[in-house]
């Protein structure tokens, strides 16, 4: 894996500590910031795709119309090219959506430092390889994915949301949850006014302190688990 399309849907929802191992790695991403009109480049020169989070749903194309030729691009990406995509939150939705699943508002958001279970086929699988039935996450969505695309394996689930993690084929991954956090994460986030609407409407007032300070106290094996996620993907493009 050389170089690494990302897309991103709002300034502060970047590949995070994905960042540093790519720089460790000698990778090159290129950050294409779709809300900021910037134009969706060609598909070749790249070996893989990550797309992040953000505060818009995919059912909102109307308000942003760029969310057709996002989901276009990842049908292609995937479905055609059979290349290594990794969707988180935002990007795990748009992959469900993109492949003819499902994807809607739940009744409450699932909001904190929280966990997922990995299923019985996550251990045999090839992302999943090397981490634990059980994984602390950050937690930070309304919507979910209620019908997974066809042929798609779950890999992870919670209580509140049954579809925490598929794959499609061999090649495509969607995780609802994040696994990219660096210690500054919250902060940035919590910064965004409709993120903090949203955390204090689960959680309640001032709530982001707290959720800051429970990230950071997990963030040595947050970073562990993110490492071993890279990699596995990583080793899928190689």
């Known amino acids: 894996m050389k170089r690494v399309l990302v897309f991103q849907h709002i300034a502060v929802e970047h590949p995070g500590i994905f960042r540093d191992f790519m720089a460790r790695d000698g990778i090159t991403w290129d950050a294409i910031e779709l809300d900021e009109g910037e134009p969706i480049p060609a598909l070749d020169p790249y070996d893989a795709l990550i797309v992040m989070g ?3 749903d995919v059912f909102d194309e109307e308000q942003y119309p760029w969310l057709i030729d996002e989901k276009r691009a990842i049908r292609e990406w995937v479905s055609a090219r059979k290349r290594p995509y990794l969707g988180l939150c935002l990007g795990h939705q748009l992959l469900a959506d993109a492949l003819g699943g499902k994807v809607e508002r739940m009744a409450t958001p699932e909001v904190g430092m929280l966990q997922v279970e990995t299923t019985g086929v996550a251990k045999s699988d090839a992302l999943f390889k090397g981490l634990g039935p059980r994984l602390d ?13 066809k042929d ?14 598929f794959r499609v084929g061999t090649n495509a991954y969607g ?3 994040h696994v990219e956090l660096t210690p500054s994460t919250v902060a940035d986030w919590g910064a965004v006014p409709i993120y903090t609407e949203s955390l204090e409407k689960s959680c309640g007032r001032g709530a982001l302190k707290k959720l800051d300070a429970d ?11 993110a490492r071993r996620l890279y990699d596995n993907f990583k080793a899928l493009a190689n």
């Open 54 to 56: 953000g505060p818009m």
């Open 137 to 149: 996450c950050l937690q930070w969505h309304g919507c979910e994915v209620t019908k997974p695309p």
């Open 152 to 165: 798609a394996v779950v890999l992870a689930e919670s209580p509140a949301c049954a579809v925490q993690a």
């Open 175 to 177: 995780l609802q949850y």
């Open 215 to 225: 990230a950071k106290a997990l963030m040595p094996a947050l970073a562990a688990n």
